[in-house]
């Protein structure tokens, strides 16, 4: 993954290449993607399912910090901050696209958008990754993958009647006894957090 880092992700065109370099004159074949012209899509270019994965990866080894950068890399509405960036981009802003170009004089050039397959990934990345929320059948499982400078994040989920509210609190900011000051807050240390169809209100603080 170091290798990744130093080798495939570009800050200066907010992209995460598939492999550098590109096939071009090469006498070998790696099949149908030396059809793309170097850097785009898959030879080359920045696939944004693989570059999502990447985030995920550094996320699971317990760099998230790295893994919340690169996420940050990747999402699309970073591509339109500025009018350079809209310049360069040259598609929608608020949609995932399937690839990046990754070589000039395209570089950072957005391909194929409204793709679901990577906007699907990435809903992965930020909510089960990152945030590390998890239904698993009557209950939620919480493993938050917070960046450093985040102490608290709070996440308001509907379990058919029900409604939970949640407060992940990094332990360092976390009260006393890990006992919430408001009376109606549960405060827990575990990372499961039962499902009740009950019509009410849950308020729920985890402790990480």
């Known amino acids: 993954m170091e290798a990744v880092a130093k080798r495939l992700v570009r800050h200066e065109s ?13 006498a070998l074949d790696p099949g ?23 985030a995920m990866a550094f996320a699971q080894l317990g760099d998230h910090d790295r893994a919340w950068e690169l996420f940050g890399m990747l999402n699309p509405i970073r591509h339109g901050d500025t009018p350079e960036q809209i310049a360069r981009y040259k598609v ?11 070589v000039p004089p395209h570089t950072g050039r957005g391909g194929w958008t409204w793709y679901t397959g990577s906007a699907g990934w990435m809903y992965r ?11 698993k059948g009557d209950h939620l499982e919480i493993t938050p993958r917070l960046p450093s400078g985040w102490d608290r994040l709070v ?44 019509g009410s209100d849950h308020h729920v603080e985890v402790i990480f």
């Open 14 to 26: 907010r992209l995460i290449q598939l492999f550098d370099p590109p096939f071009d004159r090469s």
């Open 32 to 54: 149908y993607i030396k059809g793309y012209i170097p850097g785009v899509r898959e030879n080359g270019g920045q696939y944004t399912h693989a570059a999502l994965w990447t």
């Open 92 to 102: 929608e802003p608020y949609v995932v696209a399937a690839d990046v170009y990754g």
């Open 125 to 135: 990345l930020l909510v089960e990754t990152l945030i590390g929320f998890h239904r």
């Open 155 to 198: 996440i308001h989920y509907r379990h058919h009647s029900a409604n939970y509210h949640i407060t992940l609190v990094r332990k360092i900011t976390a009260t006393p006894d890990d006992q919430s000051p408001e009376p109606q807050v549960r405060a827990v240390t575990t990372q499961i957090i039962p499902l009740i169809d009950d």
